[in-house]
Structures are given as structure tokens and as C-alpha cells.
């Protein structure tokens, strides 16, 4: 196995590789004593493989989670189990879990200072799961947008889709995490993992799970980044934009981007329109300022602007698109990174579930088969 530095894509190397120093941390976010020095924030988010990453989870999620693995002790992983809700073919499965790890990677995600692991090799989350179902009030989810929407698009309504949440609560509890970066879709997710983190400690006893915070990301004038027709991006109304499509069809695609009908040499409105709420998300404060003044004054034709759009969006993902290159000939370097991340992970899963057998009750330890 070749290492970061002879791949040249990540500069620095791990700052707490010393054995067990940041993985004390486990359980001690919750009590730790006022005199002791204060242990980093855990940062900690997921993403789905259910296709190619888009610019709505790039703004959403990854840059806020990239920018962050440099303020805590960051946690990022690809949520193959949330998946299984509504992806049922194993290849594909297997194929977007390698590509999502690889666009990760390729985005600016730093194996070196952030831990990046697959969910399914912390098995600990489904117990968790179990746990945290035992105070969940099935009013919960009977609320949860995500269930109704998903529902209404016809994706089977099985248990699995309906318990999404409280999974998703587990991830989160799991590794007693502080700080939860995610798009304002997830908001509902994690009033819900409070709430439940919350009644278990009344149950069980303080301190059994850190209550964490969502970060919730801002993307320009709107709350989740738009799709090419003005909805929101997501994979499911195939309205996406990815982050690493081929050129010509990034640029048909913007070309789609929805405008009115007002001619090229009319002035434009400047509210409500997709268009510039894309240019914000690339461009500069001054850049957004002159395009809005020359919206203004008339006399330009869609057709330009979204030319605009296209070159500064193809710029800002140049060097990432270089990274994706490297990573792309190596797939085993990147599964390598994900079985280091999961063992790192699986430590801290290990100890927080032996803290929650013991404040339930339920057994000390599951018997060694070794
Ligand atoms: P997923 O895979 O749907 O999306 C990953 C992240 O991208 C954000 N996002 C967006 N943000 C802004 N505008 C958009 N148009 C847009 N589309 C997607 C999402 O808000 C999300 O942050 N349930 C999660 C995965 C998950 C998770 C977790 C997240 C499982 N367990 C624990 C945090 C913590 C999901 O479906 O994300």
C-alpha cells in the first residue's frame, strides 16, 4: 500500500496518531470534570450513497464537514444502511459506496485529520438502534417529513424507512458527537436524535449521551441549494447537478438552469432567480454584485450568464477533479482509508455501547467467540 505522501494528494499527516490519546475522548463529552482540559468537539455527519454526489450536498454538507476537520475530532462516513432503504441491487450499492468515498476524497475530505469510515463496518450503530427505538415515540416518526416524502414518491413504506431517523439518532449518539454539520433538510433529524438522546438520559441517567448540535449550512439566498428547476437539488427529482460530471454535459446542464421568459434586451428580475442564486454559491461578493447590476440593466441574454455560472463552476472544482484523477487509479488505497477509519470508529462504538448495556442493564458484554 502506497502512503498519502507518495500520492501527493493530502500534505499533512494525522496530528493525534499516538495510540488511544483522541479516542479517550469516547463517553467523556458528557462528564467531563470542569478542571480537565476541555477535549475537542466531535464533528460528525454522514452521506448517503445513493448516486453521484451533487453541488447540493457539496454546499449542503461536504464543504461545511471539510472546512470543520480543521476546528475538532471530525467523523464523516458513507451511510450504506440508510441506503438499503432505496438501494437494492448489490452492485450498485458496492459502486456507490466507492464512489462517494472516492468524491469525498477528491472534494478536500483529509484522511489524515478527519476519521472517514463506512457505517456498516460499525455494526455497533443497529444495537444502538435497538436501544434508542425503546424510547422513541412512534409519534415521532409518524411526523417525519422525510418518511411522508419519500412515501409519496412511491419508495416502499417498510420499517426500515419509517426507523430512518432513529438510525440515524444512533450514528450520531454513537460517537458522542458535539457538532452535527448537515443541509436544512436533515433539521427535523436532529430535533429528533436530541429528543431521543434526551429521554434516554432521563431514563437512564445523565451523561449516558452528549446532546449534540446541528450546523446547519447557508446556502446563498436560499435553504437548500436549488435544482436545475428551482426545487430542491436531490437525487430523487433529477433536477442534480454533480460535482463531477464531464464538461459538455456540466455545461448542457447548466443550460437548463430554469429562467422567465423576459427578452435579452429587457431588464431582469433579480429575486427569486435560480440563476444568480447559483453564481452566488461561486462567485465572489463583487462578481454577484456586477452580474445583479447588469441583470438590471437589460440588454444581456440568459444564455451568457449561464455561461458565466459554468466557468467559475468548472474553476472552483478544477483541483478537486485533479485529486479524483489520482484517487481513481487507486481504488485500494481508498478502501484502505475506510477499514483505518472504521477501526478508529469501531473503538469509540465499542465504549459507548458497553456504557449503555451497563446503564440498562442489559448484560455486561456480549460473549467473545474469540
Ligand atoms: P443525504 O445523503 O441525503 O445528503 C447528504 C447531505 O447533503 C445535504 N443536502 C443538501 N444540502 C443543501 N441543499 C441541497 N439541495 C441538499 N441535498 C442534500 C443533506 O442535508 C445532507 O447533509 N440522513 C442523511 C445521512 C445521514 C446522516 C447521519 C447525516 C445518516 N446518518 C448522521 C448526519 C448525521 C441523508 O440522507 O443525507
Avoid at 16 to 22: L, R
Avoid at 181 to 197: C, F, M, S, W, Y
Avoid at 237 to 260: A, G, Q, S
Amino acid at each position: 500500500m502506497e502512503t498519502e505522501a507518495a500520492h501527493g494528494v493530502w500534505p499533512t499527516n494525522r496530528k493525534d496518531e499516538t495510540p488511544g490519546v483522541a479516542d479517550t475522548n469516547a463517553g467523556e463529552n458528557a462528564k467531563t470534570p470542569e478542571t480537565a482540559e476541555k477535549p475537542p468537539s466531535r464533528i460528525l455527519s454522514g452521506i448517503q450513497p445513493t448516486g453521484r454526489l451533487h453541488i447540493g450536498n457539496y454546499f449542503g454538507m461536504m464543504e461545511p464537514a471539510i472546512r470543520l476537520q480543521d476546528e475538532g475530532d471530525a467523523f464523516y462516513f458513507i451511510a450504506d444502511y440508510h441506503a438499503l432503504t432505496t438501494v437494492h441491487d448489490p452492485a450498485t450499492m458496492r459502486e456507490n459506496v466507492a464512489g462517494v468515498a472516492t468524491d469525498f476524497l477528491s472534494a478536500g475530505l483529509d484522511p489524515s485529520k478527519a476519521t472517514f469510515f463506512r457505517q456498516s463496518d460499525v455494526p455497533e450503530v443497529a444495537e444502538l438502534s435497538w436501544f434508542l427505538s425503546t424510547v422513541c415515540p412512534i409519534g415521532f416518526l409518524e411526523r417525519a417529513h422525510s418518511f411522508k416524502d419519500k412515501t409519496a414518491r412511491g419508495i416502499d413504506a417498510t420499517h426500515g424507512l419509517f426507523a430512518y431517523p432513529v438510525l440515524m439518532a444512533a450514528d450520531i449518539l454513537v460517537y458522542d458527537s458535539n457538532i452535527v454539520p448537515v443541509g436544512k433538510d436533515q433539521k427535523q433529524h436532529l430535533e429528533i436524535t436530541r429528543d431521543l438522546a434526551g429521554k434516554f438520559n432521563d431514563r437512564f441517567g445523565d451523561g449516558v449521551f452528549t446532546i449534540p448540535e446541528p450546523r446547519i449550512a447557508e446556502t446563498g439566498s436560499t435553504a437548500s441549494v436549488p435544482g436545475l428547476d428551482g426545487q430542491k437539488m436531490s437525487k430523487s427529482y433529477n433536477n442534480t447537478l454533480e460535482l463531477f460530471e464531464e464538461e459538455k454535459k456540466t455545461r448542457k446542464k447548466i443550460m437548463k438552469i430554469v429562467t422567465d421568459a423576459t427578452a435579452m434586451e429587457d431588464p431582469k428580475p433579480t429575486e427569486e432567480s435560480t440563476l444568480l442564486d447559483y453564481y452566488r454559491l461561486f462567485a465572489s461578493d463583487d462578481e454577484v454584485a456586477e452580474m445583479i447590476a447588469s441583470f438590471k440593466a437589460g440588454g444581456t441574454g440568459y444564455g451568457h450568464y449561464k455561461q458565466q455560472v459554468f466557468e467559475k463552476l468548472w474553476e472552483r472544482f478544477a483541483p478537486m477533479r485533479e485529486r479524483r484523477e489520482k484517487l481513481l487509479a487507486d481504488p485500494d488505497y481508498v478502501e484502505d482509508i475506510l477499514r483505518t477509519g472504521a477501526k478508529r470508529a469501531r473503538r469509540l462504538a465499542q465504549a459507548t455501547l458497553a456504557r449503555v448495556r451497563e446503564a440498562t442493564g442489559i448484560a455486561g458484554h456480549p460473549i467473545s467467540l474469540r
